[in-house]
């Protein structure tokens, strides 16, 4: 099955039905629901999700939000651990390292999806965007 790392953006698109990026993330969503594909988030998404969506959205649907990541999204710890590498990353963005090395932390991962790949400089990983990663996979499908 192919294991796929979420970027925060991907998530918040979803949640806040934000247009016109809400698209892409929902067929994202509907692939793992479908077991399609397995889907990992760091735990630094659901607070950043929560809050965001709770200004945007109110408490009770930024509650149901994280509910609903709970079911469909593994969670990828942030400890000491990647806290020391993402300090050690070069990369200038902290949030970003800290999202780059959760990402590392799964063994099989194949790709990060976010809606911005320019933040994640990797050689590691594969770095898509929603469309990039949907046309991928859904020619993959076809082949």
Do not use: W
Request: aromatic share 12%; with cysteine.
């Amino acid at each position: 099955m192919i294991q796929i790392f979420l970027d925060t953006n991907v998530l918040f698109d979803f949640f806040a039905e934000r247009q016109p990026f809400d698209k892409e993330a929902e067929e994202i969503m509907e692939l793992a629901y479908e077991k399609q594909i397995e889907l990992y988030c760091s735990a630094i998404s659901y607070t950043t999700v929560f809050y965001l969506l709770s200004k945007l959205k109110g408490k009770a649907k930024a509650f149901q939000a994280i509910k609903d990541m709970r079911e469909l999204i593994e969670t990828v710890g942030v400890d000491s651990s990647v806290i020391d590498k993402a300090l050690d990353n070069t990369h200038p963005d902290f949030e970003d390292a800290i999202q780059l090395e959760c990402a590392y932390a799964v063994k099989h991962i194949q790709t990060i999806v976010t809606r911005s790949p320019k933040h994640f400089k990797t050689k590691q990983l594969l770095v898509q965007t929603p469309k990039e990663f949907l046309d991928t996979f859904n020619q993959t499908i076809h082949e």
